[in-house]
């Protein structure tokens, strides 16, 4: 699923904790994709190595589907055109259930 999302849809590294030894092995966050709908993404704490430098960093490397009917035709549009109003603001309650 990863390869499918494309880089311009991967959370960006402002959304995550600075890498480092002190920080979990692997790390989760959400996001919105325009096709697939909500996407769970998984970082990996990775360390760089070059002599005597080393650098962390995060390394997205797995990407889940939380939605399975966002596949379908139209339904993103459909969810997104029920939830809002004429000027786009968000309708309460729309989207629950």
């Not at 092995?25 to 096709?35: E, K, N």
């Not at 996407?39 to 990996?44: A, C, E, K, P, S």
């Not at 360390?47 to 939605?67: G, I, N, T, V």
């Not at 009917?69 to 729309?94: C, F, H, I, M, Q």
């Amino acid at each position: 699923m990863l390869a499918w999302v494309g880089a311009d849809h991967i959370p960006p590294n402002s959304m995550l904790p600075p890498p480092g030894p002190e920080q979990p092995r692997y790390l989760t966050r959400d996001a919105l994709h325009p096709t697939y709908g909500p996407l769970r993404f998984t970082f990996r704490c990775m360390l760089a190595k070059h002599y005597k430098s080393s650098h962390w960093y995060w390394l997205p490397c797995r990407a889940e589907q939380l939605d399975a009917n966002a596949l379908k035709p139209g339904y993103w549009l459909e969810r997104t055109n029920a939830a809002t109003d004429s000027r786009g603001v968000p309708v309460k309650g729309e989207l629950e259930g």
